[in-house]
């Protein structure tokens, strides 16, 4: 019997071509061409069932609570949390040279030492220099989502921004939630 994948555009189980070409195995649909599935051939794969997260929050309050809530969600086996973008980085360089690659990261705009912005922009240069795809990236904050902040979201794709509200923690509650049935919509299991 011949092995299908679900293709996005079809709508349904399809059977595929295997094409490899820049050291990179696709898998394409068979009907329209869409792109199912890219393996990078020179990648060390970790056979590791560990799911890592990591979190850039000054916010203790907050910090516990997102880690609290991946754990306990399963959303995420291994969560790091940091308080500061340049601890971010340094525990993030420290997983890839691991050979680490984590399902997302949440990080604040707002930190002391290194902010959120400089943080992706830094990490997004390491991706490029050691050759290892884009980590996507949830900016948790409460900083407004302005046109600079949007532009500066497409540079640094995958992207997307989630306002954490204000300090009540009812409500800080509430888009906590929001922000992790987002992320299992679009990060769970990359």
Known sequence: MEEKRYCLCCGEDVPFNVIVRE???EKTCLYCGFTLDVENLW???KVSGKTYALIAEDSP???KLLKGVLKKKEIASEVIDTEN????VTSYTKLLNEGVIPAFVILDLNMPVMDGLTAARTIRALEEKMGVPNVPIVFFSSVKADDALRKQMELLAPANYINKGGEDPERLAKRVEMLLNFIVQHYRGH
Do not use: D, N, V, Y
């Open 61 to 63: 309050f907050t910090r």
């Open 43 to 45: 990648e060390e794969k």
């Open 23 to 25: 050291e990179r195995k």
């Open 85 to 88: 973008g340049l601890e971010f």
